[in-house]
């Protein structure tokens, strides 16, 4: 008997069809993981662009500084101008707790000559953010994010930096802004002036408005009233910008005697 050299390679069909299944499901599983893969990659895209839709939407969402016309005031200032001179108070609160008592003066319809604003924090307050910027916004339309020193001035809340806008042709009657910020209470004043026609006058136009603020309200405040009552000790008459009187009454610091032991 005979037998055909080619039987040793020869493969059973059912082997044949073994592999055949075998690599039907690997290409199969291949496409499936492949499948999950680009899933991933989709999903993730996605939340990515959704995050920042929502991240860019928050601020406009978050109401800000309203302003609160059947809010009582808590502060005054005694009058700095002249009577054809006018004088607006405004109050702005925060749904997170925030109030802004803030003082305009100057002629009707046109841009103020000076600004007060006495700043009581709640939560939208965020101690990272320069008081410098929003006062250089608040002191020119252009908003101009920077402000360089000029000098400083002693008041009765204390010694105060005060700054103004850089670029001006003439430094000496560029208007003058400041800030002063307390820790306890949290409390921030600032503001600007442009009355007077040099840098001197304008620094003690900054003294005079801070001698004449007074507390007139502190409501469940009593480190606010605190504040305010030491302040009134080294109150040192309006346009004294410069130094703190040393009269007994008000020098808490060195005081006079006056008149023989």
């Known amino acids: 008997?005979?037998?055909?050299?080619?039987?040793?390679?020869?493969?059973?069909p059912a082997l044949t069809s073994f592999a055949d299944e075998c690599c039907a499901t690997l290409a199969r599983l291949i496409a499936y993981v492949g499948a999950l893969a680009l899933f991933a990659i989709v999903s993730l895209n996605f939340w990515d662009q959704l995050q920042l839709i929502t991240a860019a939407a928050e601020p406009a969402d978050q109401p800000g500084f309203t302003l609160a016309t059947r809010s009582r005031p808590a502060f005054a200032?005694?009058?700095?101008?002249?009577?054809?001179?006018?004088?607006?108070?405004?109050?702005?609160?925060?749904?997170?707790?925030?109030?802004?008592?803030?003082?305009?003066?100057?002629?009707?319809?046109e841009k103020p000559v000076?600004?007060?604003?006495?700043?009581?924090?709640?939560?939208?307050?965020?101690?990272?953010?320069?008081?410098?910027a929003d006062l250089a916004a608040r002191m020119t339309?252009?908003?101009?994010?920077?402000?360089?020193?000029?000098?400083?001035?002693?008041?009765?809340?204390?010694?105060?930096?005060?700054?103004?806008?850089?670029?001006?042709?003439?430094?000496?009657?560029?208007?003058?802004?400041?800030?002063?910020?307390?820790?306890?209470?949290?409390?921030?004043?600032?503001?600007?002036?442009?009355?007077?026609?040099?840098?001197?006058?304008?620094?003690?136009a900054i003294g005079c408005?801070?001698?004449?603020?007074?507390?007139?309200?502190s409501g469940n405040e009593p480190k606010l009233a605190e504040l305010f009552a030491r302040s009134e000790l080294r109150r040192s008459g309006c346009g004294a910008s410069t130094s703190v009187s040393a009269d007994w009454v008000t020098g808490a610091d060195?005081?006079?005697?006056?008149?023989?032991?």
């Open 77 to 109: 200032v005694s009058s700095l101008d002249p009577p054809e001179k006018s004088e607006s108070y405004e109050i702005f609160r925060h749904p997170a707790g925030g109030r802004k008592d803030t003082f305009h003066w100057g002629p009707p319809d």
């Open 1 to 12: 008997m005979q037998s055909n050299p080619d039987s040793r390679f020869h493969i059973h």
């Open 114 to 132: 000076a600004e007060l604003e006495i700043y009581r924090p709640g939560g939208e307050f965020d101690p990272s953010e320069p008081p410098a």
């Open 209 to 217: 408005m801070l001698d004449r603020l007074t507390l007139l309200a």
């Open 141 to 204: 339309p252009e908003g101009s994010q920077r402000l360089e020193a000029a000098g400083v001035i002693d008041s009765k809340f204390g010694t105060l930096a005060l700054l103004r806008l850089p670029g001006r042709l003439d430094p000496a009657r560029s208007c003058l802004g400041f800030t002063k910020r307390f820790g306890d209470p949290a409390l921030q004043i600032s503001g600007w002036s442009c009355q007077g026609a040099t840098l001197s006058a304008r620094r003690a």
């Open 254 to 261: 060195n005081p006079r005697l006056r008149g023989p032991l």
